[in-house]
């Protein structure tokens, strides 16, 4: 089966940090994506992962550890508009850009 | 501007009624898919098309149908054997050209039936 696991809910304080983790159990692993997503709205594409390691843009890092199905996604210096859902999708396959989604991660930013 | 329209934002059903939603992009992008979006659930695949004049069903494609007459244009149809149609519907479409290329979406379309 195919199983993406993230946690429901995350708070933090406007400035800080926040990591969001996410593990996967796929039948195959061709890269892993963050989106965020604001209540109502299209999904936005933060983040694309197939190599072990850390893949920084701006604000947002993300982590990918392929041994251990697991990833993370790290906001900096946090800002209210931050407040959002954040996705955590892998394409399983080769030979499509079909993704299966996680659950997602509601954070909410306080100022 | 590229992008991808959905229509319309909202849409009303009695039940038994099919309802068909739009998907328009101008992206040039080969690859096109529905998503299916509830609260506490991730996403989920409900049919996708690599190319035109071909689509192939996804995790849930039960009571849905779709198009792809064109490469622009991917509708889905939510017929009256779906039996939870309420939900919140979300195209998407890609290059489907290499390993990074990320799904972009529609606003998304919320569909009601009472």
């Known amino acids: 089966g195919q199983n993406i696991d993230q946690p429901t809910e995350m708070t933090a304080t406007e400035g800080a940090i926040v990591q969001i983790n996410c593990t996967y159990q796929t039948s195959g692993f061709n890269g892993l994506f963050w989106y965020q997503q604001h209540a109502g709205e299209a999904p936005t594409f933060l983040s694309y992962?197939?190599?072990?390691g850390l893949e920084e843009k701006g604000r947002f890092s993300s982590f990918l550890s392929r041994s251990k199905g697991y990833s993370y996604l790290l906001l900096k210096e946090l800002q209210m508009k931050d407040s959002a859902s954040y996705l955590c999708a892998v394409r399983p396959e080769e030979n499509t850009d079909k993704l299966i989604f996680g659950t997602g991660t509601r954070l909410q930013v306080f100022p | 501007d590229g992008g991808i329209t959905q229509s319309p934002k909202y849409l009303f059903r009695k039940e038994g009624q099919n309802v068909t939603l739009s998907c328009e992009q101008n992206l040039n992008h080969d690859a096109m898919y529905w998503y299916r979006q509830d609260p506490g659930q991730g996403l989920r695949l409900i049919y996708y098309s690599q190319i035109v004049n071909d689509f192939q069903k996804g995790d849930i494609a039960e009571g849905y149908s779709v198009s792809r007459e064109k490469k622009e244009s991917f509708p889905l149809t939510v017929t009256s054997a779906q039996k939870n149609p309420t939900a919140f519907y979300l195209c998407?479409?890609?290059?489907?050209?290499?390993?990074?290329?990320?799904?972009?979406f529609g606003n998304g379309t919320r569909l009601t039936v009472t």
């Open positions: 992962n197939v190599l072990d």
């Open positions: 998407a479409s890609s290059t489907d050209r290499g390993y990074n290329s990320p799904l972009h």
